[in-house]
T-cell receptor, first 112, second 119 residues
Framework: DAKTTQPPSMDCAEGRAANLPCNHSTISGNEYVYWYRQIHSQGPQYIIHGLKNNETNEMASLIITEDRKSSTLILPHATLRDTAVYYCIVRVAGTGANNLFFGTGTRLTVIP | DTGVSQNPRHKITKRGQNVTFRCDPISEHNRLYWYRQTLGQGPEFLTYFQNEAQLEKSRLLSDRFSAERPKGSFSTLEIQRTEQGDSAMYLC?????????????????FGEGSWLTVV
């Protein structure tokens, strides 16, 4: 069910920006791009979502390409606590099931 | 804390025993979801409720798995005759669906999970 492709792992130096890519070439017009992360042994944590415009919140920025076939999650100043598995998910809008279908995500390791 | 609450956090049981997990969603959230996660994999959707109605259950792993949400508030997930392959983390999540408009209010929030070990 997962409709996204992410690199299995990435490293980032502490204090630098972490840029996590995601491909979703088959995304439909009514599907949002969602990002969650999961720190070891905890439940997934919502980060951000967007439809076609770039979005920013206190945790991260989401850049979606104009054709919506890919996106990048940006953690502007990575800390050791950002070490986690990051999941990019496409999700149908509306009041139907619109459940989340997870892939295997990107394991981000922030290095001191 | 007003997040999704799950109990127990850890459960060790002998093969063949029944186990039940409880989930208390975020207050006033009308949708409640159950997921399972095994080591090295992303969470796997099992079932969901809108209020007390179970709207999707075809992805429950077998007829040994059942879920209820009798009053549209808390939910329970029961696994009967547990097997070693049932060892996993069981995640509950909730969201609020408002009318026919999709909005940020439909974001799904997860609990911390309940770990099951079948020995």
């Amino acid at each position: 069910d997962a409709k996204t492709t992410q690199p299995p792992s990435m490293d980032c130096a502490e204090g630098r920006a972490a840029n996590l890519p995601c491909n979703h070439s088959t995304i439909s017009g009514n599907e949002y791009v969602y990002w969650y992360r999961q720190i070891h042994s905890q439940g997934p944590q919502y980060i951000i979502h967007g439809l076609k415009n770039n979005e920013t919140n206190e945790m991260a920025s989401l850049i979606i390409t104009e054709d919506r076939k890919s996106s990048t999650l940006i953690l502007p100043h990575a800390t050791l606590r950002d070490t986690a598995v990051y999941y990019c998910i496409v999700r149908v809008a509306g009041t139907g099931a619109n459940n989340l279908f997870f892939g295997t995500g990107t394991r981000l390791t922030v290095i001191p | 804390d007003t997040g999704v609450s799950q109990n127990p956090r850890h459960k060790i049981t002998k093969r063949g025993q029944n186990v039940t997990f409880r989930c208390d969603p975020i207050s006033e959230h009308n949708r409640l979801y159950w997921y399972r996660q095994t080591l090295g994999q992303g969470p796997e959707f099992l079932t969901y409720f809108q209020n007390e109605a179970q709207l999707e259950k075809s992805r429950l792993l077998s007829d040994r798995f059942s879920a209820e949400r009798p009053k549209g508030s808390f939910s329970t997930l029961e696994i009967q005759r547990t097997e070693q392959g049932d060892s996993a983390m069981y995640l509950c999540a909730s969201s609020l669906i408002r009318g026919q408009t999709y909005s940020s209010g439909n974001t799904i929030y997860f609990g911390e999970g309940s770990w099951l070990t079948v020995v």
